[in-house]
C-alpha cells in the first residue's frame, strides 16, 4: 500500500482519532460477534504500547438519528474484555461533554465515542462535523476497510484536517487483496453468489481478466440463467440487467474463462422454514416456484473445480443458508474453499457468516472485514477513505 500508516507517525503523548468498523450484531445488550472488535485490536494495542491517548469513532447500524437500539455501550463492554483494560465511553461525540472527556485521557487510555451516525452531518460529510471531529485529536488513523468505500465525515472529511495514516487492519485488507489482481497463483477460480448482478459488474468484468474460472451461484445466477434463455420460474432476477449478463458469458468465452452457471438447483414454492422444495434441473423449473440453493450435482462439479485450484475467492452465499433446508449448497462450498490446498480469501459479509456459522473461519487464508469495500478495491475503484490519507 503506497499509504503512510502508524509505523510513519509519532504518537507518543498524543490524541489519536481512530475510526473503527465497530458494526456488530448485538442482542439483548451484548455484542454476539466480535470479529470485527477483535480485527483492529493489534492497532489499538501499538497505540497504547506507543503511549498514545486513543479515541475510538464508529458506526453501528443504520440509525436515522439517535436510537437507543444503537449505542454504543456493549461495544464497550466488549473491547474492555478484549483489552483486559478499562475502555472509557462517552455517550456523545463532538459536544463539549466529549471534548472533555477527551481532555482528561492520560497516556495508554482508550475512550469510545457515541454512534457516529447519531448526527446526520456524518453522511452528509459535513466540513463542520469534520472540523469538530478533528478538534478532538492530534492525530488520525483510519482503521475501518469496511468503511472506506463511504465518502462520509469521518472517513474521508477529518484527514483534511489531521495527519492522517493507516492502522494495520487496513494496511493488510488493501496488500492481501490487491495480491489477487497482481500475482495471483494459478488456476484462479472465483465463486460468486449473493442477490445481485448489479454489485458485481464491475468485479466481474475485472475477473474475466485474470481469472481461469467463475462459479455462480445465489440469486444472482438466475440473471445469468435467464440472459441465457432459461425459464427461472419466480426466481430473483434483475431484469435490467439481463443484457450485462449476456455481455458478460461472452465476454467470458472469448477470454477463455470458465463461466459455471448451475445444472440444477433446489426450489420451493416459498422462501420459508416450512415451505415445500425440490431439486431439479435447471430446465425444469416450476413457473410458480423459487430458486434457493444450488443442487447436488452443481454442488459437486464445483467442488471438483475448487480442488484444482491454488487461488480462490468467494464472496456471497450460493442459497438462502439461513434457512437450513435451502443451506446445503453454502455449507458445502465453504467448506470446500477451507479445505482447499489453496490460498482462500473470503469477501466478507454473508460469506463471512457462513464460515462462522459451520466453525470454518480460521481454515480459510483471509476474511475481509468489508464485502462491499472489498469488492469495490478489487473492480479497481479508488476508495474514498484510502484516498484521503497521506502517501508515503
Not at 475512550?111 to 478538534?135: G, I, M, S, T, Y
Not at 495471483?184 to 453468489?193: N, Q, R, S
Not at 445481485?196 to 445465489?218: A, E, H, T, Y
Request: aromatic share 6%.
Amino acid at each position: 500500500m503506497n499509504k503512510r500508516t502508524v509505523r510513519d507517525i509519532d504518537v507518543k503523548g498524543k490524541r489519536v482519532l481512530m475510526r473503527v468498523d465497530f458494526n456488530v450484531p448485538i442482542n439483548e445488550g451484548r455484542v454476539v460477534d466480535d470479529t470485527r472488535i477483535k480485527a483492529v485490536l493489534p492497532t489499538i494495542q501499538y497505540l497504547l504500547d506507543q503511549g498514545a491517548k486513543v479515541i475510538l469513532v464508529s458506526h453501528l447500524g443504520r440509525p436515522k438519528g439517535f436510537d437507543e437500539r444503537y449505542r454504543m455501550g456493549p461495544v464497550a463492554e466488549s473491547l474492555s474484555r478484549l483489552l483486559a483494560k478499562e475502555v472509557w465511553k462517552v455517550d456523545e461525540t463532538v459536544t463539549q461533554k466529549a471534548e472533555k472527556a477527551v481532555n482528561e485521557l492520560k497516556e495508554g487510555d482508550v475512550l469510545l465515542l457515541e454512534n457516529v451516525r447519531f448526527n446526520p452531518e456524518e453522511k452528509q460529510n459535513d466540513p463542520q462535523f469534520a472540523k469538530k471531529l478533528a478538534r478532538l485529536a492530534d492525530v488520525y488513523v483510519n482503521d475501518a476497510f469496511g468503511a472506506v468505500h463511504r465518502a462520509h465525515a469521518s472517513v474521508v472529511g477529518v484527514p483534511k484536517y489531521l495527519p492522517a495514516v493507516a492502522g494495520f487492519l487496513l494496511e493488510r485488507e488493501v496488500n492481501t487483496l490487491s495480491k489477487l489482481l497482481e500475482n495471483p497463483e494459478k488456476p484462479f477460480f472465483v465463486l460468486l453468489g449473493g442477490s445481485k448482478v448489479s454489485d458485481k459488474i464491475k468485479v466481474i468484468n475485472k475477473f474475466l481478466q485474470i481469472v481461469d474460472g467463475i462459479l455462480s451461484g445465489g440469486a444472482m445466477c438466475f440473471t445469468f440463467l435467464k440472459a441465457g434463455g432459461a425459464n427461472i420460474g419466480k426466481s430473483l432476477c434483475e431484469d435490467e440487467e439481463l443484457d450485462h449478463a449476456q455481455e458478460m458469458l461472452k465476454k467470458a468465452e472469448r477470454n477463455g474463462v470458465l463461466f459455471y452457471l448451475p445444472c440444477d438447483v433446489v426450489v420451493a414454492d416459498s422462501v420459508a422454514e416450512n415451505a415445500n422444495y425440490k431439486v431439479v434441473p435447471v430446465e425444469k423449473i416450476p413457473d410458480d416456484w423459487i430458486g434457493v440453493d444450488i443442487g447436488p450435482k452443481t454442488i459437486q462439479i464445483y467442488k471438483d473445480v475448487l480442488k484444482e485450484a491454488k487461488t480462490i475467492f468467494w464472496n456471497g452465499p450460493v442459497g438462502i443458508f439461513e434457512i437450513e433446508a435451502f443451506s446445503s449448497g453454502t455449507r458445502a462450498m465453504a467448506e470446500a474453499i477451507a479445505h482447499a490446498n489453496a490460498t482462500t480469501i473470503v469477501g466478507g459479509g454473508d460469506s463471512d457468516a457462513a464460515l462462522r456459522k459451520y466453525g470454518l473461519e480460521d481454515k480459510v487464508s483471509f476474511v475481509s472485514t468489508g464485502g462491499g469495500a472489498s469488492l469495490r478495491l478489487l473492480e479497481g475503484t479508488p476508495l474514498p477513505g484510502i484516498e484521503a490519507l497521506m502517501d508515503k
